[in-house]
T-cell receptor, first 115, second 114 residues
Framework: GENVEQHPSTLSVQEGDSAVIKCTYS??????FPWYKQELGKRPQLIID?????GEKKDQRIAVTLNKTAKHFSLHITETQPEDSAVYFC??????????????FGTGTRLAVRP | DAGVIQSPRHEVTEMGQEVTLRCKPI?????LFWYRQTMMRGLELLIY????????DSGMPEDRFSAKMPNASFSTLKIQPSEPRDSAVYFC????????????FGPGTRLLVL
């Protein structure tokens, strides 16, 4: 089955700096890669996702890149703000498989943005 | 839409008691997922349903855990008997299914077993 590894487990940046979180996956059949943000005491919420037919996607200050050959994808947050402080999870799935709805999550990255 | 609804939001019980967690998915969603989240183990998928049928229950810890989905708008996760190590936040999530993979999480049930 799929295995997703996420690094780093914790990340501290100065407000205004950029933050990068990286994930690798094992199943070459995976074709959908979402990122979730979970604030303290709240539910995980989707912030951006990418499908295997594109290499990069941006939404304001966040972007995700995908390298299918190397089987890794990354989340980039620019101009970080204190409200970006949260735990971020990457995930992967193979939508065409019979278990295509199943997401395999990484272990999470705790991002702290210092004012 | 109200989103995914879970109840109760908090549950405190004593070891050995039965615990039932409830979930109402987003209307029209065909897939439903139960997750458990702890500091030690992170976010674990316990079981998921598609069109009310269990598809993958490989994450269910042991026979003390059971899940049902009697209809498209309701699911339960039951722990009997409960143990202190079951203390965690349990999330329910739903998605459209049929290849639409975005999952929407409920607010979670925070379970404490004494």
């Amino acid at each position: 089955g799929e295995n997703v590894e996420q690094h780093p487990s914790t990340l501290s940046v100065q407000e205004g700096d950029s933050a990068v979180i990286k994930c690798t996956y094992s199943d070459s059949a995976s074709n959908y890669f979402p990122w979730y943000k979970q604030e303290l005491g709240k539910r995980p919420q989707l912030i951006i996702d990418i499908r295997s037919n594109v290499g990069e996607k941006k939404d304001q200050r966040i972007a995700v890149t995908l390298n299918k050959t190397a089987k890794h994808f990354s989340l980039h947050i620019t101009e970080t703000q204190p409200e970006d402080s949260a735990v971020y999870f990457c995930a992967a799935s193979a939508s065409w498989k019979s278990s295509g709805d199943k997401l395999t999550f990484g272990t999470g990255t705790r991002l702290a943005v210092r004012p | 839409d109200a989103g995914v609804i879970q109840s109760p939001r908090h549950e405190v019980t004593e070891m050995g008691q039965e615990v039932t967690l409830r979930c109402k998915p987003i209307s029209g969603h065909n897939s439903l997922f139960w997750y458990r989240q702890t500091m030690m183990r992170g976010l674990e998928l316990l079981i998921y349903f598609n069109n009310n049928v269990p598809i993958d229950d490989s994450g269910m810890p042991e026979d003390r855990f059971s899940a049902k989905m009697p209809n498209a708008s309701f699911s339960t996760l039951k722990i009997q008997p409960s143990e202190p190590r079951d203390s965690a936040v349990y999330f329910c999530a739903s998605s459209l299914g049929m290849g639409q993979e975005t999952q929407y999480f409920g607010p979670g049930t925070r379970l404490l077993v004494l």
